[in-house]
């Protein structure tokens, strides 16, 4: 019987990390807000700086971070043999 990580599928790997990118971008969203809140921003362009560094990160995290899947060649591949 196989249990644990090593044995999940690749759907339900792919959905832990989904799931551990969102809870890394909520924390750290919510970070930068506590820090600008306690800073106690004034204008608009400090609070458009802080909204920048609270959302750039997470946006990259959650475009670059996907994991590769299997190529279409090595799909095709295994289609055939």
Known sequence: ???GLECASP????MQLVTLK???A??????M???GLTRHLDSLSSWILV????????IVMMWRGNPS???????IYDARR
């Open 22 to 24: 969102a809870v890394l």
């Open 51 to 58: 909204a920048g560094a609270a959302l750039l990160p997470p």
């Open 11 to 14: 759907y339900a790997w792919g």
């Open 69 to 75: 899947g299997q190529p279409i060649s090595e799909s």
């Open 26 to 31: 909520t924390v750290w969203i919510s970070v």
């Open 1 to 3: 019987m196989c249990t």
């Open 33 to 35: 807000l506590i820090l």
